[in-house]
């Protein structure tokens, strides 16, 4: 299947900025979206941005104008550049994507998640 590693996660005191990675590995045939999720203690789990095979991005109402999602096709890797951050950006992020991974000759539909990265905003 595909393993996501992510990396970038971290302490940074409010107003600071971190930049979280998430590289995919495996046999992949295509990706039609790549998102970040993220989840707070005692909190569901919440949609953060996506972007799509056609570069289309979507983003939450509460990170907006302060976080940026992108993507590198060539290494199958989908960052989250996020600046002015708040102490409610507090949470362990989550990257997802979704394709299709090759299975001997034929293709089969993959969704996957990475490990999580915590992002602690504190002063």
């Known amino acids: 299947q595909v393993q996501l590693v992510e990396s970038g996660g971290g302490l940074v005191q409010p107003g600071g900025s971190l930049r979280l990675s998430c590289a995919a590995s495996g046999s992949i045939f295509s990706i039609n979206v790549m998102g970040w999720y993220r989840q707070a203690p005692g909190k569901q789990r919440e949609l953060v941005a996506t972007?799509?095979?056609?570069?289309?991005?979507a983003y939450a109402d509460s990170v907006k104008g302060r976080f940026t999602i992108s993507r590198d096709n060539a290494k199958n890797t989908v960052y989250l550049q996020m600046n002015s951050l708040k102490p409610e950006d507090t949470a362990v992020y989550y990257c997802n994507i979704q394709g299709r991974i090759w299975v001997s000759l034929m293709t089969r539909g993959f969704d996957s998640w990475g490990q999580g990265t915590q992002v602690t905003v504190s002063s």
């Open positions: 972007i799509t095979s056609g570069a289309s991005t």
